[in-house]
């Protein structure tokens, strides 16, 4: 993430198995950015639609 932005380096995302897909937790020291948050959350589901936990 920090090669394709300006994320700040005390910031990690973790995938999860969700019921028969999966989700991205935002974890950060500071304060979430929402814009950030719906930034990664825009490529969660380009990733989601071509990777998942069923195969």
């Given amino acids: 993430m920090e090669d394709i932005s ?5 910031l990690a995302i973790s ?5 028969d897909t999966w989700k991205v ?3 950060t020291d500071g304060p979430q950015d929402p814009e950030r948050s719906t ?5 969660a589901d380009r990733l ?3 990777f ?3 195969s």
């Fill in 6 to 10: 300006e994320l700040p380096t005390d």
């Fill in 15 to 19: 995938v999860m198995p969700c019921e």
């Fill in 25 to 27: 937790a935002i974890i």
């Fill in 39 to 43: 930034m990664i959350e825009a490529i």
């Fill in 48 to 50: 989601r639609s071509q």
């Fill in 52 to 54: 998942d936990l069923k």
